[in-house]
Structure formats: C-alpha cells, structure tokens
C-alpha cells in the first residue's frame, strides 16, 4: 500500500468517478484507474462498484473512505503547523444544524474575522447531525438536547421552552395553552423519527398514559411550519427557533415543562483542525459577550 494508492482511492471515492479525480490530481484516468485497481489486487478487496461510467463505493471501500478522510485531514494539519506563521485561514466549514437560527449570529462574527473561509450550511436532525460528524462529513454540529458520547466535545448555547404553534383561526381566540390529553385529540404534525423535541413531547405525553400520534410527518422544520400554516394541525418547536410569522399563533404546553438546550459539538479528535479551532474561538467570545450585555 503506498500514498499514492491511497490519495487516487480517497479521490475516486471523494469525488465520485475516476475521470474527476485524475482532474484533480492532474494525472491521467489510466494511471488512477491503475492505482486503485493495484491497491484492491494487493489487498484482494473490492472497493468499487463499476457500472458503465459510474462508480460506487463498496461496505469495504465505505469503511476505507472513512479511514482515509481521517489520513488526509491529519496530512493538512501537519502542513497547517509546519505553515502557521501564514496570516490568512483558509478552507472549509461545513456546519450542520437542526436550525440555522441558533448559529447566525456565531456565524455573522466569524465571517468577519475569517473572510477566506468558505462556510456551508445545512439542516438536520439531531440524530443525522451525530451521525454526519463521526463519518467527517461536518465540522460542526448544532443539535438540541444532544447526548453525543465522549468522542465529543460541547459548548452550550443556551435552553429554551418547547412550545405549540398553530395557523391563525384553527383554534379558539382565547385558547392560549393545551394539556397533553387536549393534543391527544387534536391532528399534530410531527418532524421525522430522530427529532429531539418530537422524542421530548411523545415521552411527557407517555408519561402520563397519553398516546400522541402525528396526523402527518414532515422532514425538516420548514417543512413543519409550512404544513401548519396550512391549517392542518399542530406543530412543536422550541420557543428561540419559532421567530416571527403572522400567519401562526404560539400555544403553551400548560402541563408538561418541557424545553430544548442547544449544544454546539464537534468531534474531539478533530480538535486541531484549525477550522474548527477557529469556529469554536469565536463561538466562546461571542457567547461570553453575549452573557457580559446581559
């Protein structure tokens, strides 16, 4: 097994074809289709599923893809740190929240203090967003009520209430609050198996010999927001991530006291990484700032 053997696989796999990856690495497609072809024949595995002009990664070359991920990230740190007298931070942040409201203001300071990087954004549930950390597809997570396990390192942002929402004219003017058994009876629509406070609110409800069934099951909380505006039912988010919308009323939840903590990770081992050093540098200052203006 040689680098090169390793560098051609993690690029074929990185960026989905043999053609791409001999672009990126400025050789010709024969000679990475070699290298990858000598480092399965060494190793007697196969690592591609080869389909015309499309491949895919096999169990064995998933759990390489992982592996090398790691190899290659700890190669640019090496030459990040034989390189660290350079000014500018560059690279990539990819960041992956359960809501993009927790993070804007993180994100707005670290912008300006590090112009160079590019930041990618993209929504998920706690479950995916854990998931996605371990297999190095995110920098960053921003997840509620998150128990990640000790590969993980946190920073709290905070906690906040859960709460109901519902389209205006769907219930009663003077209806300001619901006990679970009233939700019970009442069509409630639900984000995806994995999310936090749909986990938090069937358990409450269980608690109390209450079944709570979704009348429909949304991905992603625009998608919830969306339906409910609708008039179709009742929805649930915790009270910092439900903002400013006319056409929706906020209900309180009068017997269960139930709310969400948002919790910044990232993975310990990759705590070096000078991207994720950098965000998490200005998460801490800002939110220290943050708590000084009371």
């Not at 995110?138 to 946190?154: F, L």
């Not at 009270?239 to 903590?261: C, N, P």
């Amino acid at each position: 097994m040689s680098h090169s053997q390793l560098k051609a696989f993690h690029h074929v796999a990185l960026l989905g074809g043999f053609s791409r990856a001999a672009e990126a690495l400025c050789h010709t497609q024969p000679a990475i289709s070699e290298q990858v072809r000598k480092l399965e024949q060494d190793h007697d595995v196969l690592l591609f599923h080869r389909e015309r002009k499309r491949v895919h990664l096999t169990e064995a070359g998933e759990q390489l893809f992982r592996l090398t991920k790691q190899y290659f990230e700890i190669e640019q740190q090496i030459d990040e740190y034989l390189s660290e007298t350079s000014a500018a931070v560059t690279g990539e942040l990819r960041i992956i929240a359960d809501s993009a409201h927790h993070v804007t203001e993180i994100l707005t300071q670290f912008r300006k203090k590090y112009p160079n990087i590019t930041v990618s954004l993209r929504v998920g549930n706690t479950r995916e967003i854990v998931e996605e950390l371990r297999a190095y597809n995110a920098e960053i997570g921003i997840a509620g009520s998150v128990d990640p396990g000790r590969d993980m390192e946190t920073l709290s942002l905070g906690t906040t209430e859960i709460i109901g929402f519902a389209a205006r004219g769907v219930l009663l003017a003077s209806k300001h609050s619901l006990t679970l058994k009233e939700l019970s009876e009442l069509p409630l629509i639900f984000r995806e198996e994995g999310s936090k406070t749909r986990a938090k609110l069937v358990e409450a409800a269980a608690l109390q010999g209450i079944e709570l069934k979704p009348a429909i099951v949304a991905e992603g909380r625009e998608a919830v927001r969306e339906v409910v505006a609708s008039g179709a039912g009742i929805g649930f988010v915790s009270k910092a991530e439900f903002g400013h919308d006319d056409r929706l009323v906020q209900i309180g939840l009068s017997d269960a006291d139930l709310t969400m903590s948002e919790t910044l990770v990232h993975l310990s081992q990759r705590r070096e990484v000078k991207v994720i050093r950098t965000f998490m540098d200005v998460a801490r200052r800002t939110l220290a700032e943050r708590e000084a203006q009371g």
